[in-house]
């Protein structure tokens, strides 16, 4: 593994402890490219902590990792208003906002996918972080998604699924590659069209021990893009 992406806890760090962790991703050759955050990190005064820390880390992306409970189409719009300030904000200082997807962005509501709102009201530099697992569990077609929109995705969780319960280990239980997504097709629009720079594997738990789970993707990876 090259990079990390550290998820909203990382908000209450001191910039003390940022800068020990960033030391220590150095000593180990290990980049993080992007932070996960709540919506405190993209209005008022929480901007500015997030600038901060992710400055120290040395990071691209501070991406909304949940927009928590949005009211209809127009609270979508809303919602890309504030993330639009936020990302001319951010890039005064060399940074970039984007949004990460769950299952709620992909489904419709009021005639209109969330996504497609939030992407059309968002600045061309705004990234779209695609969770590829929530698009595929509500049918949503991936590739076509990401030939919709050239440029901007600029990394992806690659987190698969598959039909059934997590007592059966199924749903986002099964290891990456084993689940519905067709990684191959969206390796490669990522690459022609979508503009990815980094890929990032998640996993929601599995039947192995964490490192083993980790291992098990890692070399998953590695047989795919030999």
């Known amino acids: 593994y090259q990079v990390v992406e ?6 209450q760090w001191t910039e003390d402890y940022a800068k020990q962790v960033r030391k220590l991703m150095d000593d180990l050759g290990i980049r993080c490219n992007s ?7 993209f209005s ?13 880390l040395g990071t691209k992306f501070i991406v909304m990792a949940s927009a928590g409970r949005v009211v209809g189409i127009d609270g979508w719009k809303s919602l890309a208003g504030t993330l639009s300030q936020a990302s001319e904000k951010f890039k005064t200082v060399g940074l970039r906002a ?17 996504i497609e709102v939030l992407a059309a009201n968002t600045p061309k530099e ?17 590739v076509a998604w990401i030939e919709a929109n050239p440029g901007r995705i600029n990394s992806v969780h690659c987190k698969d699924w598959a039909p059934g319960t997590g007592a059966d280990e199924k749903g986002y239980r099964v290891l990456f590659g084993e689940g519905l997504c067709p990684w191959s097709k969206i390796f490669d ?13 998640e ?16 070399d998953t990876w590695k047989k795919m893009r030999a």
């Open 189 to 201: 629009a990522a690459e022609s069209v979508g503009g990815v720079e980094y890929y990032l594997i």
């Open 203 to 218: 996993q929601e738990g599995s039947r192995f021990p964490e490192l083993e789970t980790a291992q098990r993707c890692l």
């Open 98 to 114: 984007g949004y990460h997807n769950h299952q709620a962005e992909f489904q419709l509501l009021e005639g209109k996918r969330p």
């Open 35 to 41: 932070t996960h955050n709540n919506p405190q990190s």
């Open 126 to 142: 705004f990234m779209l972080q695609f969770d590829v697992g929530t698009c595929v569990e509500v049918g949503s077609d991936p």
């Open 44 to 56: 008022g005064d929480g901007m500015q902590k997030a600038i901060d820390l992710n400055k120290i």
């Open 6 to 11: 550290f998820f909203s806890p990382y908000y």
